[in-house]
């Protein structure tokens, strides 16, 4: 019965998905801020969040958009090396000369950018047929060498506005990326949940010869998803080179594994078809947090990136318990 | 017909791979003399041998269906372990080895225990090892050293890396051993053809009798022992272990293998053709480092001709295909 008040509160936000991750999440969100709580009380300091919400909202801002390719059960891992090249270009927009390009010529750079190099990805995962995940290994290290080939000389952003985009504050406590998280999160809830598209994206993960034979054109969804990462990853690398107000070639660099433990611990089937994008605002804040949290308690720098490859395994095994359990109850 | 017709087309494979070889070694060396020198093809040969024998122990694997990329970092583990137990641990330097192999190994064998237990993608899988890898490479050169690169200068390492037998480098004959016993066993054993038949189609190989799952968890730790191996090769060849060692192993090795036309799908294959990757990857390496080509560039090569080489195989089957 308790299920029961839990699937009513579901179902009128995430219709898709009645055994949602969500609920566990949040259980596990609660319990590890008590955890970090109790070993430092600065974690739950006014500043600290802020300091976290700040920095957590770019993974969360390609989390989002990597979790339509997942959906269609590809991967995109080059959206670390989009970000760099992005951030380079608006940080390189920055220094040519005396002339003055106006911001939202730069913003419109960035995301160009990276919805270039989505495309690329998507036209070599949908028209030559090359795995995606062999696909964008090749495009991460392609990008990343272009980034770093560009990137030697760190490219200074002087350009106030720009700068306070990445940094700025609403009402003085909520951080302005925080709402262009929240903004783009519900921009793709909404393209998920009520366009044609957003119902194709499911359908063509979670069967897809079913999908070609409702007429769904898979090649052209899956191309737009391949776009949609990239220029997620775009407008992240805009964010962080606003944030820290330069562009190196090694930005980004590793974060498509952060990324992909998002939208795995947020139940996003690594299968295709399930999961919503709550669970991605869930575990980006769980991500986000630990970094900070394990820091605060004076854990050694090194164990960090163990941690959250524990967590990846950890995500994945339960994932493909749900798939088998899921297949067990169907049959 | 029809075999017939597939036959030409394998002959055809490998001939268009060894021209390509070969106007890849005429380019470099006529762009630079130096390429051609005595001191640059014997570290040629040498960077083969590591990337070499970490080919070939993925290629029976990738012919399952597996994948693992997790054993760059595997081997930047086994090599710090080494290297520790060798100068802090104090132990001797045989026992510090076969230790450090036998924990590659354990991690290959914890690989695929994962991925077949809990049916896990295994690229993902090995992502995360490879994360775990690198942060356990770290911490323990940091935790017993303070540096993350140990010295481990021994008379016997130095002996097997410089020695020649017959002319031939030490390290470049356990290279032709590996491909001589690769060879032998995927092509003529029973082994070799059951390795063959689970990456053609694993439902066919469990309804005729093969233990599918113990034989792929068998082939996962047979590539955590040859990333051991790879990280005594290391050891013996740069003398430190080194958290970084093998972190920038994954790509080339990986290129190596599909380039040698071992398909993703599984099934299909040679030895031989994985030696000519190997061939091909280290000559193009070694060539774009004679021109003095900075590394990340030579990243960017190394991404373009995995995408290049995945692309051209995937446009030739899809016309094999177009009935």
Known sequence: MNKKKKNDFLNTINPFNKNSMTPTLLIVYAFMILIFSLLNPLFVSIANIKSIMANLTISGIMAVGLTTVILTGNFDISVGSILGVSAIVCAKLYNIGNTYIPLPVVILAGIAAGTAIGAINGFLVTVVGINSIITTLGTLAVFRGLAFLYGTETAQIYYKPYVTMGRGYIFKDIPLTMVYFIVILLFMYLILRFTRFGRNVYQIGANSQAARLAGVSIKKTTFYTFIISGATAGIGGILLSSQLAFAQGEFGLGYEFKILTICVLAGISLAGGRGTLVGVLVATLILGSIANGLSLSKVPIEWRDAFEGLILIIAIMVDSIRVRRRALLRA | ?323
């Open chain 2, 1 to 323: 017909m029809q075999t017939k017709i597939k036959k030409r087309f394998k002959l055809t494979d490998t001939y268009i791979l060894l021209i390509i070889l070969f106007a890849l070694f005429a380019f470099f060396s006529l762009v630079n003399r130096q390429f051609i020198a005595y001191n640059n093809i014997s570290t040629m040969l040498k960077n083969m041998v590591l990337t070499g024998v970490l080919a070939l122990g993925l290629t029976p694997l990738m012919i399952a269906r597996g994948l693992d990329i997790s054993f760059g970092n595997s081997i930047s583990f086994t090599s710090v372990v080494m290297a520790v137990l060798f100068t802090v641990g104090g132990l001797n330097l045989w026992l510090s080895l076969v230790i450090g192999v036998l924990v590659a190994t354990l991690i290959g064998f914890i690989n695929g225990l994962l991925i077949e237990k809990f049916d896990l993608i295994p690229i993902i899988l090995t992502l995360g090892t490879m994360a775990i890898l690198q942060a356990l490479a770290l911490v323990v050169a940091n935790t017993f050293t303070q540096t993350y690169s140990i010295l481990m200068l021994t008379d016997q390492l130095y002996y097997f890396s410089t020695r020649t037998f017959l002319k031939i480098p030490l390290p470049l004959f356990v290279l032709i051993v590996f491909v001589a016993i690769f060879w032998f066993v995927l092509s003529k054993t029973k082994v070799g053809r059951t390795i063959y038949l689970i990456g053609a189609n694993p439902k066919v190989a469990y309804l005729c009798g093969v233990k599918v799952t113990k034989v792929k968890i068998l082939l996962y730790t047979f590539m955590g022992f040859i990333a051991g191996i790879g990280g005594v090769l290391i050891v013996a060849l740069t003398g430190v272990g080194m958290s970084y060692h093998g972190s920038k192993l994954a790509l080339p090795t990986l290129s190596a293998v599909l380039l040698g036309g071992i398909s993703l799908m599984g099934g299909s294959g040679s030895v031989w053709g994985t030696l000519i990757g190997i061939l091909i990857v280290t000559v193009i390496f070694n060539g774009l480092s004679v021109l003095n080509v900075p590394s990340y560039f030579i990243q960017l090569f190394q991404g373009l001709a995995l995408i290049t080489i995945v692309a051209a195989y995937e446009i030739r089957n899809k016309r094999a295909l177009a009935f």
